[in-house]
């Protein structure tokens, strides 16, 4: 029987095709043992969903129940000290969304009034409205790129020096470790740990384990610290500006009664719409309090992941500059008679009579409490960056710590 030229070709170039797989398949038996641990599961929620789902709004709640249940019980149980305070009316911080806020309630007011240009009020309350949109916009591309270009890889980076580093510790045999989540080495018992085995390790991979920020906590701990007590500033000025805004100023039905003009370009804001206070809340409160809380994850994300004590310095400073975006854009593009509106655009204090109390004397003190909290919670157990870590690296690179602190390093 004769077999065609083509299927001649075809049977040759299976048996070619075959013969390579064999080939690579071998390849791959030789370098691969067929005793490597298997990838455990991953979980079902990463850590950015969990941020965004759960600490987020639970913050969020915790925080309002916070005030009402404070509210309730000054209100219940009136302080006995004669010291009370009238509060008088209070302005917007001054940046692109406290100047948002001036010229959406002033130019709405005004609008309904019929007082001034229709189309000059409409251009410069659209400019002002768009302006802190764009703000908003321009920190979630930054945190975005960010968190892609440059998290990403340092937390790549950083696990694959101490998976390496877990690997050569424990002997370098497979069944000393397990994988990780994310495929990386870590140790099964302690028992198979040998200080010794730090000498097999060439001196650029024992710099890069002694560098790991989770082996000098004492340098870490205070770092993440300092970060989070400027995000939790942050959150405070947003928080402040709801309860003032959404909670303590009344809601009219309006505009027309929303302000009572005082001396000059002073105008105090007695009132809003429903309708004006939840578009303060979508365009202004909860974008911010949003990135407020991705960013104070995002920052200690990869301030635990930088592999050197000098840059993880210069990044806690580098990353406060998406916070102060907002200020940067008010001192910058905001014009003089905006500034000025702002600066004279009054709203409703927390509360109009302050009595004397541990809650006016004391509570922002507990912010304190809160930021280190998060500190110790997030190195301790929530931290992502180095899943399952085992705190075996001071230990080892003491030695080389001291040479580096010493001046006495190669």
């Known amino acids: ?57 639970g913050s969020f709640v915790a925080g309002l129940a916070a005030v009402v249940v404070l509210r309730y019980y000054e209100r219940r149980y009136p302080s006995s000290d004669g010291e009370i305070v009238d509060r008088e009316p209070e302005n917007v911080d001054e940046d ?42 321009l920190q979630i591309f930054i945190i975005l790129q960010m968190q892609k270009l440059v998290a990403s890889r ?71 610290f300092i970060w989070t007590l400027t995000i939790v500033a942050d959150l405070r000025r947003c928080g402040d500006l709801f309860v003032r805004l959404i909670l303590a100023t009344p809601t009219i039905t309006s505009m027309r009664d929303a302000i009572v003009e005082g001396e000059g370009e002073c105008e105090v804001v007695v009132g809003l719409t429903a309708t004006l206070k939840s578009v303060l809340m979508v365009s202004c409160i909860i974008p911010r309090y949003l990135i407020d809380v991705y960013l104070l994850w995002l920052g200690c994300r990869w301030l635990a992941a930088t592999p050197s004590f000098g840059d993880l310095l210069l990044n806690a400073v580098a990353l406060e500059f998406i916070l102060l ?26 509360q109009r009579k302050e009595p004397a109390n541990y809650r006016v004397f004391l509570s922002s003190f507990l912010l304190i409490l809160v930021t280190c909290s998060w500190v110790l919670y997030y190195v301790y157990r929530f931290q992502a960056v180095l899943p399952q870590y085992k705190w075996d690296v001071a230990k080892v690179c003491a030695s080389y710590v001291k040479s580096i602190t010493s001046g006495k390093a190669n």
């Open 1 to 57: 029987m004769k077999i065609p030229h083509a299927g001649v070709l075809l049977l040759s170039l299976l048996a070619q095709t075959g013969s390579e797989f064999l080939k690579r398949s071998d390849n791959v038996l030789a370098v691969e043992p067929s005793d490597k641990p298997p990838l455990p599961p991953k979980p079902m929620f990463g850590p950015e969903a969990y941020v965004l789902g759960v600490i987020a709004p």
């Open 96 to 137: 692109v969304y406290g100047a948002g806020v001036a010229t959406l309630v002033r130019d709405s007011y005004s609008l309904v009034e019929g007082k001034g240009s229709l189309i000059l009020r409409i251009s410069r309350l659209s400019s002002s409205f768009l302006l802190m949109l764009f703000v908003v916009f």
């Open 154 to 224: 340092a937390v790549t980076e950083i696990r694959q020096i101490y998976g390496r580093y877990e690997f050569v510790m424990y002997g370098a045999e497979m069944s000393h470790i397990y994988l990780t989540e994310n495929g990386f080495p870590r140790g099964v018992d302690p028992k198979y740990f040998d200080p010794a085995n730090f000498g097999r390790l060439s001196e650029s991979e024992q710099a890069s384990a002694c560098r790991i920020p989770f082996s000098q906590p004492q340098l870490l701990l205070p770092i993440l």
């Open 325 to 350: 975006l907002k200020d940067t854009l008010y001192a910058g593009v905001v014009p003089d008679r905006n500034k000025r509106a702002t600066q004279n655009t009054l709203i409703q204090p927390w």
